[in-house]
Each structure stands twice: as C-alpha cells, then as structure tokens.
C-alpha cells in the first residue's frame, strides 16, 4: 500500500515538476524564450525593467509584443510595457530622425530623462521591429548588454522565402507535411499559425513571401483567391512582411480568356494591366510576382519567339506605376544545348540591359540544380547592367530531405563569398545581389521544418540574406544557443556537427564534383546507373559520364567549355578536387593532390561521408539528458535514418562505378552489402513531394 502510494506521488510530481511547460516538438523554433539561468538573470535584470515603444503603427506594436513576450520568458517574470520612461532600465524603441536606412536600426546604452536606458532608434517601424529582435537574440545568446552601441541594416533589400506549395495543399519538394496554407477556410479563418509563421520569418529579416509554387495555376490570380492571398497579407503585414505571387505566363488564355499570352500583344498586356490593378485593390502593398518561365515545360515568351526580357518586362509596366517588381527566373534548360549546365548563361546574358529596372533575374546558386555541392552560377556578375538575385534552396531536395542533418550556412558561404572577377576584379558572388530568395523549408509539420536541424537552415538563410557576409559558424552557433541552449557542452558539441555536416553530403552523395546521381523524378537515394530516360540530360550518366577510361564531365575548352563562362581569374577556384569531376573527364589511375588515384580517391571520400555520420551519431549521443528526451529521440532517429541512407549511397555508387571502372576496391574498404542489382531493383513510388 505504502509503496503504491509512493508510486503515485512519484507520479504526481513527475507529471507537474519534471514535465516541461512546453511539449518539445520544435514548434518554438529559436523563439523559445525559456527562462535563463538564475545568475544570469540577475545580471541581466537591472537593465529590462518595463517597455516603452515610443510609435503607433501596427508594425511597432509587433515589436513591443514580441520584447514583452521575450524578455517576460527569459526574465522569468512580466515587464511592463509603460509611455514613458520612469525608471532605470528601460528597454526603449523609438523613432529617429537619424537616417538609418530603410530597415536599419541602431541599439544604444544611454539616458533618457535621467534614466539609464537601452534604447532602439530606427528611421521607421521596420528598423524598430528587427531592432527587438536584434536585442532579444542578446539576452537569447547571453552575450552583454550593457555598453550597446550596435548599428546595424541589411544589405540586401529583398530578403524572400518562396514556398512551392500548391492549391491542393501539397508542396512541391517539401518534407515537412503539408502547406501552411489553408485555402479552403481562407480567408474566413486566420489561423494563428500564420503569424507565428510570420514572427519566425521577421525574427530573421525576410521581408517578403511568394505564396504559391512556380510551377503554378493562374486560379491563384482568380477573385477568389485573391481575396485569400489578401487575408494572408493582412497577417504578415505587421511583421513587414509583403506577400508575392506565382504567376503563370499563360494566366491570359487559363483564365482570361485570350486566345494568347504573347507579351507583345496588346490585349495580353491589358489584361495583366487590369489584373494588377485588381490585386492592388485587394492588397495594397502586393509585392510582385515571380515566373518560371520557359522552364520545364512552363509556358512562356519564348512559345511566341519573344525572349525572357519582353515577357519580363510586359509583366513589370503593369507592376510599375504600384511599386511592384518581376522576380523572373533564369533556371532554364533543354536537351537542345550540349551542356545543361551552360543555357542559362547562354540565354540570359546577352540580355543584359534589357531587363526593366524593376525585374529581378533570379538564378539559382549554381549552374544546374541546388546539388549538394556546386561552382557558383556563371551569370553572378556577367550581368551588370541587370538586377540580380540568387535562389537558394532551403528545403533539401538533393541532400537528404528532412532526414539528413545538413547545415547549409556553410554551404551557401561557400558560394557567396566564391570570386566572380566581374564586374570588378574584387567582386564576390555576394555583391552582385539585389535579393536572395530561399525556397522553403516549412509545412505544417510540428516542428515546422520536418525536422529539428532543418530549422537551422531556414534561420541560416534568413540571416545570410540579411547579411551576406556574416560568418556560417557565427550563424549556426547563435541559432545553437538560442535553439538548443547555451550550455557550453551543447553548443560545443552541436556545432562541430553542424559545421562538417554538408561536406558529409557531399561526400557519400556525390563527393569530387560529381552531381545529379540521385534517383529519377523523386529524387531519394542514389540511381547513377540510369541511363534510359528520354530526354539525355535527365539520365545521371550525362553527368557522370563513367566509362572505362575515367569519370567526369569536360567542361574545359577541349569539352563544353563551360568554363569560358567564368572570367579567367575565376576559374582558379575550381582547380581543388572538390570540382574535379564537375569539369573535367580525368583517368581512374589519375594521381591526385592527395596523392591517391581518382578511383581510390572516390571510395576514400564516400567511406569519408559514412565515417562522419557515425561520428555525428556519438557525438549526439554524449548528449543525452543534456537536452530534452522528446528533440533528443527525434535527432537521434534521424541520424540512425541519415547512417543507413549514407551507407545505401556509398554502397550503390561504389558498386556502380566499380562495375565501370573494372578496379578492384582499396585495400580497407568494405564492399558494398548487396550486389548492384540489388540497388538498382530498388523502387519507391511513395517518395514524398514530388
Ligand atoms: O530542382 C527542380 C525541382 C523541381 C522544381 C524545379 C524548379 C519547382 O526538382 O521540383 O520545380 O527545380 O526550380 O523550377
């Protein structure tokens, strides 16, 4: 008896005092504002003692809110939120007449009326609003707050996520459940997630949505949804957020009933004109559209022999006159061109200087396809006369989904700090930019990213936007402590894992330039072997392109020639052998700099890629009970899904390219489990998101 009545109050007290507040399912992202430790809330406590937001507007009230739930949550106790200072300690945001940009702010220690106050200026709410969040991320990452004398704007003006959802509610390459999106109750239901979902991306300065996939139906430019779209807009508007859409090219002739979508035509451009005007009556501040045109079977300029610059440009007059911008993409491929990798140059660059002033081309950070690991695309910098903006991708198609821990800050370093040589000789990728744009991780899934480390990348994209300079390992340890606490063992174990995650990628994926060896159209797990695909430069063997004799695609004079399309000074960059199979066919018994053969180099660095996940797997398990059991078990899930997966690819490709190359495996490593056969009989019609 005595003993189950024990039990039972063991019970009581596990339920109330060792369960935590919150169910730990990731949904507060790095917004979790959980108590700090006591002592450092002591230190912290003098100098946040109420809230004073000195503006009216709704984008301020957003900010006031935001400091009260933050500080109130890693305080451990309500600040009040007052009209003016009284007090020692105020956290104060207010407007200047200083001009601080149009989304810069400074956060400064200093007096008001007497009283010592921390105090955010900005030139207007925007400024204000990531001023509070800028502040809050000190008290977050415990770093001092005393003395603050902080500037601090961004350097791209457009900072966008583009989300591919569909109307359906599916979203295209997204592994993170459903769209966000609830079209059916919009615009009667807001439902609070929306904003939590626009907290997240304010918190991190993306400044503007596209709602729907590229590839997209015009029904989104339809009353109806309109009416939808504006609702959304509504929400995201305090957060400084502006809303864009997908529009289909063929949007005249799907729902205007047009014979044709000719941009030259001038009942085509009457319609986009009088459909403007309908979606700026709806949604004042619509930030623009965004078009795959030309691209993947998507209609566009070109089905009427006009180019991308005429169809571009019809679509920015009608923008124009409201404030409204082109996001036009410059992803464009075709079996027409010998190498896939060199169309988009081909058909972009000559137009340089036709673009309106108000077209954004938007090209993808490399030249085929968000591969784990690419060269910079040519077009960054050969395009001076034109806006550009580089798409990254959030959602990880190419590099494991949502089961793979990958960091991708490291990877997106890489390419905006890569030399383009143009238009200067100093210019980096970096500052040929105008915008970035990310396409999205976030779906309905608890954890918004379909897993806990995928939340690092929707914040790493956010802040590199912001900034592209900013350090990957700063980001990645600011979103650590923030996300998973400041705990030194955490964070100092956290990070390394992180830091050398995507180069495992790359490395049982697709290691010494190689790309595009996954499995066809789903994009899960690895199919090198696939050869019978009726467009050439669908088949993973185009890229390869193994034969007896060695591996690699010449991209040099002697080949494509792709590389002509870098400046001379550029190409440098690519002689490491991490781009040594993207440019060039090399003999398997090549020596290389790490004085290994080609083939023997390519087993070493797949067997590198498994090695590394083994070690991620230990290093997080050193970490249990030093984070919470409910994220723990997940991560550690993941992981064991991530080593399995690893192996798959490393085994597959070896036994594909051994039965290529003829050699005989390095002595020390293991051969693959299963025969060839036995990888290339393996199908997956459930694949998500495709
Ligand atoms: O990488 C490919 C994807 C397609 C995508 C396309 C694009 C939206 O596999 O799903 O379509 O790129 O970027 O347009």
Redesign the pocket.
């Known amino acids: 008896m005595r003993d189950s009545i024990r039990a039972i109050v063991a019970a009581i007290f596990t339920l109330t005092v060792a369960a935590p507040a919150h169910a730990e399912d990731g949904y507060r992202l790095w917004l979790r504002y959980d108590p700090l430790p006591a002592q450092i809330r002591h230190r912290y406590a003098a100098a946040a003692t109420e809230i004073v937001v000195q503006s009216n507007g709704a984008i301020a009230r957003s900010a006031e809110g935001e400091l009260r739930r933050g500080l109130s949550g890693l305080l451990a106790r309500q600040i009040p939120v007052g009209s003016s200072v009284d007090r020692d300690g105020a956290i104060v945001a207010e407007l200047s007449k200083a001009s601080l940009g149009d989304e810069g702010f400074t956060i400064r220690t200093t007096q008001i009326a007497g009283h010592e106050a921390t105090v955010i200026n900005a030139s207007n709410e925007r400024g204000l609003l990531y001023g509070a969040f800028a502040l809050l991320r000190r008290f977050q990452t415990q770093q001092p707050i005393d003395h603050l004398n902080v500037r601090d704007r961004p350097k791209l003006a457009l900072r966008m996520l583009d989300h ?1 959802d569909n109307l359906n509610g599916s979203v ?2 997204g592994y993170a459940g459903r769209s966000l999106w609830d079209w059916r109750t919009l615009p009667d239901w807001e439902d609070p997630r929306y904003t939590d979902y626009a907290r997240a991306d304010a918190s991190i300065g993306v400044n503007g949505v596209v709602l729907n ?3 997209a139906q015009a029904d989104i430019l339809t009353e109806p949804y309109l009416r939808k779209v504006a609702a959304l807009a509504d929400v995201f508007r305090p957060w400084a957020i502006r809303v864009y859409l997908s529009a289909r090219f063929s949007a005249p002739i799907d729902i205007g009933g047009l014979k044709t979508a000719d941009p030259l035509d001038p009942a085509v451009h009457a319609w986009w004109k009088a459909k403007v005007d309908e979606i700026y009556g709806v949604i004042p501040d619509f930030g623009g559209f965004l078009v ?1 045109a030309n ?2 079977g ?1 209609p566009g300029p070109q089905d009427y022999h006009r180019t991308h610059a005429d169809g571009a440009n019809m679509l920015a007059d009608a923008l124009r006159p409201h404030g409204g911008i082109v996001l036009w ?1 410059a ?1 464009v491929y075709s079996s027409a061109s010998d190498d896939r990798a060199k169309q988009a140059f081909d058909e972009f660059q000559p137009l340089d200087g036709k673009f309106a002033n108000n077209v954004i081309v938007q090209i ?1 950070s490399g030249p085929i ?2 591969q784990p690991r690419e060269p910079f695309h040519p077009l960054f910098g050969a395009m001076p006369k034109t806006k550009l903006g580089m ?1 990254a ?1 959030i959602t990880k ?2 590099l494991g989904f949502n089961t793979h821990l990958a960091y991708l800050g490291t990877m997106w370093e890489e390419v905006l700090s890569a030399r383009t040589f143009r238009p200067q000789e100093d210019s980096r990728v970096a500052d040929t930019l105008t915008a970035m744009a990310g ?1 999205a991780n976030t779906g309905s899934s608890r954890s918004w990213s379909g897993s806990q480390f995928d939340q690092a990348n929707w914040y790493a994209f956010g802040r590199l936007a912001w900034d592209p300079d900013a350090s990957a390992k700063a980001i990645a340890e600011e979103w650590t402590r923030m996300t998973w606490g400041n705990d030194p063992r955490v964070v100092n174990a956290i990070l390394p894992m992180m830091m050398k995650s995507r180069q495992a990628v790359v490395d049982y994926m697709t290691p010494l330039g190689l790309a595009h060896l996954m499995g066809t159209d789903h ?1 899960y797990g690895p199919a090198p072997w696939v050869s019978d695909l009726k467009r050439p430069e669908w088949n993973p063997v185009y890229y390869h392109r193994a034969d007896l004799g060695g591996i690699g695609f010449d991209r040099t004079a002697a080949g494509s020639n792709a590389l002509s399309q870098y400046a001379p000074g550029a190409m440098r960059q690519f002689t490491t052998d991490d781009y040594l199979l993207w440019f060039n066919y090399v003999p398997w018994d090549q020596k290389l700099k790490s004085g290994r053969s080609v083939w023997t180099e390519l087993v070493w660095r797949y067997d590198r890629g498994v090695d590394e996940v083994r070690a991620m797997q230990r290093q997080w398990e050193a970490l249990r009970g030093s984070v919470d059991d409910q994220r723990f078990d997940e991560v550690s899930a993941y992981l064991a899904i991530q080593g399995r997966e690893a192996k798959w690819w490393r085994d597959a490709c070896i036994a594909y390219f051994q039965s290529i190359s003829k050699h005989p495996l390095p002595s020390g490593s293991a051969p693959p489990e299963h025969p060839l056969s036995y990888y290339e009989a393996l199908r997956f019609p459930n694949a998500p998101a ?1």
């Open positions: 591919w295209e390459r996939n590229v590839n795959k691209s993947e998507e993409r992803f993808k396809d968000f798409e991708q198609e190419y396409v994009h495709h």
